[in-house]
């Protein structure tokens, strides 16, 4: 027979969490697996997401970019709503398509993509949500009361402030800087999703391509596998491959597992170049 601490049922076997993080005052434990003795004072609150659940303690400590994250959305480091941030485990779905939107996130470390299914079996990725952002696709079917076109999954462990619908209102409705943050959230995606549909239609794969390749590398990599690039230039992994394959003949690129080298950046330069 379980025993009840907080909002938690917990079984009497008891087990690490998969993963903690005590710096953030977090855990994420599998359906099968319950917190360990230690922890069970502190937790606050449970969340259910695919695979387990999400956890947050009593009184995790305020970590900055916490507390730069709530400054930005015009909150305070209140106790509640340090409470609502949710460590979700990489690949965790965090919304599907279909569904009503039961609140508003924004996300604190970590970050968000946010897709839609192609016809063709590949997602293409609309956005991604890093931290410091909100989601603009989540405030607009609060405002309107819509169900999610589009599903989002993480794309790394991340911390996530979850606002509930109520509170969302409420704060949109009284607080100008936090309602200021919505709006601005949601134009720089229509800005962008523009620039993506202008890109889809008038540039082809390869050229899409390189212009990632270049925008997204660091360090002269890009830590990517094939169907993420797919995903995020809109087109299928195959594609990818291929272009991939005739660059590292061609001595631009080296490819490794889950990353592509920029080995020529000047050539992928050129290419760009060529065909504005």
Known sequence: MGRRYGLLQLDTAFHDATTRHDDIGMHFIGTK???SWKYRPRIARCHRVRGGWALTCAHPPMENDTISCLQRLGLSATVELLSRVVLIPRATVVFRAGEPCRGYPVVVSGGVRVCRAGSLGHDVVFYRVRP??????SAGCLLDGQRYPVFGVADSDCRVLLLPPALFRLYFASNATFREFVFRQYAKRVG??????DSLISEPPGLRLAK??????????VVMSHAELAADIGTAREVVSRQLGRWARAGWVRQRRHAVDIVDADALRKLTNEDT
Request: glycine share 16%; charged share 10%.
């Open 33 to 35: 697996q319950l917190a």
């Open 132 to 137: 410091g952002e909100g989601c603009a696709v």
């Open 192 to 197: 962008a999703l523009m620039g993506r549909i």
């Open 212 to 221: 990632y390749l270049l925008a997204h590398m660091e360090q002269g990599q």
